[in-house]
């Protein structure tokens, strides 16, 4: 199921605001959803996320749903991309 909030390309994803820093939680109000976007630092794996968003690292394939159009390889995410995380 196609989520409309989000835009058919990822790349309109990935570029953060200009006061935005990776490592650091922005509320998704511009895409009216009580969900929140995550900027990926360079240590970050997607296991790390879960463990500090979710508190197991196995809540992963959340993230991994709600970023799809992104994340190909669930082993492979890259610095300043801005993931999706869903309350």
Same mark, same amino acid.
């Given at each position: 199921?196609?989520?409309?909030?989000? &835009?058919?390309? /990822? *790349?309109?994803?990935?570029? &953060?605001?200009?006061? /935005?820093?990776?490592?650091?939680? !922005?509320?998704?109000?511009?895409?009216?959803? *009580?969900? @929140?976007?995550?900027?990926? *630092?360079?240590?970050?794996?997607?296991?790390?996320?879960? @463990?500090?968003?979710?508190?197991? /690292?196995?809540?992963?394939?959340? !993230?991994?749903?709600?970023?799809?159009?992104? !994340? @190909?390889?669930?082993?492979? !995410?890259? &610095?300043?991309? @801005?993931?999706?995380? &869903?309350?």
């Amino acid at each position: 199921m196609a989520d409309s909030n989000w &835009p058919d390309s /990822a *790349t309109a994803i990935l570029d &953060p605001p200009e006061e /935005a820093k990776a490592g650091e939680l !922005i509320e998704a109000d511009e895409f009216d959803s *009580t969900d @929140r976007l995550y900027i990926v *630092t360079e240590d970050d794996s997607l296991s790390s996320i879960a @463990r500090k968003f979710y508190g197991k /690292a196995s809540a992963r394939r959340r !993230i991994i749903e709600a970023n799809r159009r992104l !994340i @190909r390889d669930p082993y492979v !995410i890259q &610095p300043g991309w @801005r993931l999706r995380i &869903p309350a």
